[in-house]
T-cell receptor, first 112, second 115 residues
Framework: SQKIEQNSEALNIQEGKTATLTCNYTNYSPAYLQWYRQDPGRGPVFLLLIRENEKEKRKERLKVTFDTTLKQSLFHITASQPADSATYLC???????????FGAGTQVVVTP | DGGITQSPKYLFRKEGQNVTLSCEQNLNHDAMYWYRQDPGQGLRLIYYSQIVNDFQKGDIAEGYSVSREKKESFPLTVTSAQKNPTAFYLCASTEQPGLAGREQFFGPGTRLTVL
């Protein structure tokens, strides 16, 4: 079955460092991957989308890579700030209905 | 302001009761989705709808029902047949999706607790 997996361990990082999160997928080839941010008790908010023919995408301090050989996407937060503390979800779809399959998310905690 | 609203924010249900969660969007989006989120798990798709008067089951539809009588509204009913309904429920919408991908816009969620 199609699976999308994220590291379930929380990532504790010091302010100013780069946080790197991993998203791995198995048994399918997604046309794109999406990354969302979710704060406690709130709905996810879309951050970035990267397509299978793109190696890297950037938005301000965020960077996403997509390696179809490794079946993996990496999500980087550079110069991290305490306000970046949240859970980050990756999601993908292979159908035209737009149904997304979500990973369980990785919690990031940035300490001053 | 455009967006998705969900109500209520918190809902308590007694065993054996049906409850309906509201989801409204004024983004003029075609597709709408309902997800369930449990601690430590990813969002799981309950139902989705691409167009008015049409909807499809997601991965965990048992014990739930939906309707899509208007483009902007997609209410979810949690029936007494749902054995473990305590969870955080999220509604989302997107423009006409395609293989190119469309971001989903989420509501603030409803936390349902069975007493």
């Amino acid at each position: 079955s199609q699976k999308i997996e994220q590291n379930s361990e929380a990532l504790n990082i010091q302010e100013g460092k780069t946080a790197t999160l991993t998203c791995n997928y198995t048994n399918y080839s997604p046309a794109y991957l999406q990354w969302y941010r979710q704060d406690p008790g709130r709905g996810p908010v879309f951050l970035l989308l990267i397509r299978e023919n793109e190696k890297e995408k950037r938005k301000e301090r965020l960077k996403v890579t997509f390696d179809t050989t490794l079946k993996q996407s990496l999500f980087h937060i550079t110069a991290s700030q305490p306000a970046d503390s949240a859970t980050y979800l990756c999601a993908s779809s292979t159908d035209s209905w737009g149904k997304l399959q979500f990973g369980a998310g990785t919690q990031v905690v940035v300490t001053p | 302001d455009g967006g998705i609203t969900q109500s209520p924010k918190y809902l308590f249900r007694k065993e054996g009761q049906n409850v309906t969660l509201s989801c409204e969007q004024n983004l003029n989006h075609d597709a709408m989705y309902w997800y369930r989120q449990d601690p430590g798990q990813g969002l799981r798709l309950i139902y989705y709808s691409q167009i008015v008067n049409d909807f499809q089951k997601g991965d965990i539809a048992e014990g739930y029902s939906v309707s899509r009588e208007k483009k902007e509204s997609f209410p979810l009913t949690v029936t007494s047949a749902q054995k473990n309904p305590t969870a955080f429920y999220l509604c989302a919408s997107t423009e006409q999706p395609g293989l190119a991908g469309r971001e989903q816009f989420f509501g603030p969620g409803t936390r349902l607790t069975v007493l």
